[in-house]
């Protein structure tokens, strides 16, 4: 049976950090693209960061480049989304979800990914 859980969310100040963590059981996890998408209250799910199983080639989102980092461990089917210098309009469900094989021609384009989390809540605030 394949589960994908995500962990790591909670309530984190401005300028602050969090480490998201996907745990991917029941897959083989190098053939699989990771993505991380948010959804705030109110907005569609977006694209945040991704990495391909071919190559670990990493896309970012223009809003989070500089400030989060993907990465992923594939013996321990595990992924993260290290989050520093979070700002109040981070604030989102974070999901993690996974494609098999490489990356799309969009890296974002959530169509693509057949298996997800439930997300796990981020919110920056002071």
């Known amino acids: 049976q394949v589960q994908v859980v995500e962990s790591g969310g909670g309530l984190v100040q401005p300028g602050g950090s969090l480490r998201l963590t996907c745990a991917a059981s029941?897959?083989?996890?190098?053939?699989?693209?990771i993505a991380w998408f948010r959804q705030a209250p109110g907005k569609g799910r977006e694209g945040v960061s991704c990495m391909s199983s071919s190559d670990g080639s990493t896309y970012y989102a223009d809003s989070v480049k500089g400030r989060f980092t993907i990465s992923r461990d594939n013996p321990k089917s595990m992924a993260y989304l290290q989050m520093n210098s979070l700002k109040p309009e981070d604030t989102a469900v974070y999901y993690c979800?996974?494609?098999?094989?490489?990356?799309?021609?969009?890296?974002?384009?959530?169509?693509?990914?057949?298996?997800w989390g439930q997300g796990t809540q981020v919110t920056v605030s002071s």
């Open positions: 979800a996974l494609d098999y094989g490489s990356v799309g021609a969009d890296p974002f384009n959530f169509y693509e990914y057949d298996y």
């Open positions: 029941g897959f083989t996890l190098r053939d699989y693209t």
